[in-house]
Every structure is written in C-alpha cells, then in structure tokens.
C-alpha cells in the first residue's frame, strides 16, 4: 500500500490550495479515508473524513473551508482547503482507515505535502 499526497505549497491568506492522495495497493473506494495536520510542536489532528458510503465528517477546524472527495477512476483523494488562514500551517497527510466506515484506526499514511500559508 502506497499513498502520495501532492498539491501543498506557499499561499498567502485568503488563498486556495487542493491536496491529492494517490493510492495504489488498496481502492480507495473501500475504505474510509482521512486527511490529517500535524504543525510544528503540536500533535497531529484528524481534519476530514470520507467514508465508503459517502458519509463526510469535518473537523471543527475545517468545517466551511474544506471539502473532501475522491475519484474512484483514478483512485485519488482530495482535499480542497479554502479561505486559508496562517494558522492552517502544517504538514498534511492522508491515511487509510482500518474499516469501510470512521473508526479512527489508520493503517497506512502517507509522507505528507507541507502547506505553508503567511
């Protein structure tokens, strides 16, 4: 199992970026998939959620602002973050659920993009 997150960069306040996970190994159309932060000195936070039957859980933190999806096709997960803030600096990772639905329990992550917003 492989995932490859890409998209992260250098966005001024206010700006956009769209995250992309590209699974192989697994679908991820068969399990609950998640996108992860982890800033500099703090712990890691789950952010966003996205389940085999569609079911999306937000964190706080992401609720209007983010949105998460994925194309079976091309086997790929997404986050869109929108009107981003300095304080959504941090290492973005995504991960693959043990179970088709939210359990919390990630087996496989990725090596994170850095997303870095001034």
């Known amino acids: 199992v492989q995932l490859v997150e890409s998209g992260g960069g250098a966005v001024q306040t206010g700006g956009s970026l769209r995250l992309s996970c590209a699974a192989s190994?697994?679908?991820?159309?068969?399990?609950?998939m998640g996108w992860f932060r982890q800033a500099p000195g703090k712990g890691r936070e789950g952010v966003a959620a996205?389940?085999?039957?569609?079911?999306?859980n937000y964190a706080q933190l992401a609720k209007g602002r983010a949105t998460i999806s994925k194309d079976k096709a091309k086997n790929t997960l997404y986050l869109q973050l929108n009107s981003l803030k300095t304080e959504d600096t941090a290492m973005y990772y995504c991960?693959?659920?043990?179970?088709?639905?939210?359990?919390?329990?990630?087996?496989?992550w990725g090596q994170g993009t850095q997303v870095t917003v001034s």
């Open positions: 996205l389940d085999v039957g569609g079911n999306i």
């Open positions: 991960a693959k659920d043990q179970d088709t639905v939210v359990a919390g329990e990630m087996d496989y």
């Open positions: 190994g697994i679908a991820v159309d068969n399990f609950c």
